[in-house]
Nanobody, 122 residues
């Protein structure tokens, strides 16, 4: 059974940093696109970042570009989202996802984590 488990969320003050992790089990995702999405209250789920299996292709949404960085460790079947200079508008539930059904930025993936809350206070 495939499982994606996020960790690293929490409460942080504006300007602070958090590092999210997503650990996969049940099969290998070495060659798969992996991504992070987020969903704020009352809003639709949106792409934050995505990364190809070889880490050569990376996407970061404009809202987080220069502050967030996606990375992966295929040996550990884990990928990460380093979040710096956090803002209150970054507050959301963050989800990791694996294997897009279409383009990597589209909110349609085969596998999803359960989500982790990130709250940024002003």
């Amino acid at each position: 059974q495939v499982q994606l488990v996020e960790s690293g969320g929490g409460l942080v003050q504006a300007g602070g940093s958090l590092r999210l992790s997503c650990a996969a089990s049940g099969r290998t995702f070495r060659h798969s696109v992996m991504a992070w999405f987020r969903q704020a209250p009352g809003k639709e789920r949106e792409i934050v970042a995505a990364i190809s299996g070889d880490a050569i292709v990376q996407f970061h949404a404009d809202a987080v570009k220069g502050r967030f960085t996606i990375s992966r460790d295929n040996a550990k079947s884990t990928w990460y989202l380093q979040m710096n200079s956090l803002k209150p508008e970054d507050t959301a539930v963050y989800y990791c996802a694996a294997e897009p059904k279409r383009e990597m930025t589209v909110n349609e993936y085969y596998y999803w984590g359960q989500g982790t809350q990130v709250t940024v206070s002003s």
